[in-house]
């Protein structure tokens, strides 16, 4: 998949002016690769579309002109985006409640060992998490995630027959999910 590259980024007075109109498409896109698998988690499918709008809102809300910094900005964000043969995704661990947000996160740290993409009764696919997010003692909120597929596994999961199931299997946190059809087509025409 094609990554961001530094021509595509628009300047900030520019973008304050057609920022509404963007960020309703990609809210639309997003309604398509958003997958909540129990009451906690949710994963968002990444592709070149929504990582250019994170980007942009980086560089806007944190104020960024310095071409340098823009730079990093779109180096780091382009990670999100998924290689050929993957599917990527930002897992997100929604904990409402401020006072229970530290105690929760300790319960699920493991869980990065505790996901998988399930197609048909062939193919498991452990996610493969983004290294340093999470310790013995702490774990972020925001997860970055990768399900790498072997030719055979994407000519599975573009097969509609199969059914495509996230699952999560921690001691604290047992749920799955099976991709709704929508969101596998928009997923299904990337991979």
């Known amino acids: 998949?094609?990554?961001?590259?530094?021509?595509?980024?628009?300047?900030?007075?520019?973008?304050?002016?057609?920022?509404?109109?963007?960020?309703?498409?990609i809210i639309d896109l997003k309604k398509n690769r958003r997958v909540a698998v129990g009451d906690?988690?949710?994963?968002?499918?990444?592709?070149?579309?929504?990582?250019?709008?994170?980007?942009?809102e980086m560089l806007r809300a944190e104020r960024i002109i310095d071409l340098d910094k823009i730079r990093f900005e779109v180096d780091t964000y382009n990670e999100l985006i998924p290689a050929e043969g993957e599917l990527s995704a930002t897992m997100l661990i929604e904990i409402t409640q401020q006072e229970r947000i530290r105690s929760e996160l300790v319960r699920l740290i493991g869980v990065d060992q505790a996901v998988a993409l399930r197609i048909g009764s062939r193919f498991t696919i452990p996610a493969m998490f983004e290294p340093g997010?999470?310790?013995?003692?702490?774990?972020?909120?925001?997860?970055?995630v990768r399900f790498p597929l072997s030719p055979e596994a994407r000519r599975a999961f573009r097969d509609e027959r199969q059914e495509a199931i996230i699952v999560i299997d921690h001691p604290h946190y047992q749920a799955q999910t099976v991709l709704p059809l929508e969101v596998r087509r928009s997923l299904a025409a990337e991979v």
């Open 1 to 25: 998949m094609q990554k961001v590259t530094l021509d595509e980024i628009i300047g900030l007075e520019r973008y304050e002016r057609i920022r509404h109109e963007f960020r309703q498409r």
């Open 40 to 56: 906690q988690i949710t994963f968002v499918f990444e592709n070149h579309d929504t990582v250019f709008f994170q980007i942009q």
């Open 133 to 144: 997010r999470s310790k013995e003692d702490n774990l972020s909120a925001v997860q970055y």
